[in-house]
């Protein structure tokens, strides 16, 4: 005859179990997301004369999408702008900050060198506008700090695109982002 102890029901253990459940949810809820970048559009501002050639300042506006559950705040940096391999200009970031889970329209003042283009890549831009497509690859480094209750999480996100844009009209026609996260450890 065996018997069958009944066992005490034990309070703290129920709770330590739910705890560390409730935890891990909130660890993996929390996992941060590489945001997400589009540029929506490209405004010509201003032509300035640098002699023999022109400068063009541009206002690019990009959208951005925060995934993640905690707002991030970000240092300003510069975006750098290529054509056909060759730096043609940059984008200003300013530093700023983004709510959790939310999207913004950023507008990026930027400014386009006239004769890098016409003294290096001439023949490649009268091809590009007579097929009526140019593409401009962009970089940028963007640091920052995600607050988690009273820890400061910083970060680092590096953005690549591709952007396909219509050189007569300054149409997006086309585009390829990606970011990349790195969590800083201080």
Known sequence: MSTIKA???????????????????????????????????????????????????????????????????????????????????????????????????LRLPARLSGLELLANHKNQFLSDVAKREMVIDAAVDINGAAKVLWWDHKFRVHVDSRVSVDPVFLDVIDQENRAEMELLVS
């Open 7 to 105: 066992q005490k029901w034990n309070w703290i253990s129920a709770l330590v179990g739910a705890t560390t459940a409730a935890t891990t949810a909130a660890l993996i809820a929390a996992k941060p997301r590489d945001p997400a970048f589009e540029l929506i559009s490209i405004d010509l501002t201003a032509f300035k004369l640098n002699f023999p050639a022109l400068d063009a300042e541009l206002t690019l506006t990009v959208h951005v999408n925060n995934p993640n559950i905690v707002a991030i705040h970000y240092n300003s940096t510069t975006m750098s702008i290529c054509y056909d391999g060759s730096l043609l200009g940059s984008a200003r970031l300013e530093a700023g900050s983004q709510p959790a889970r939310s999207c913004r329209l």
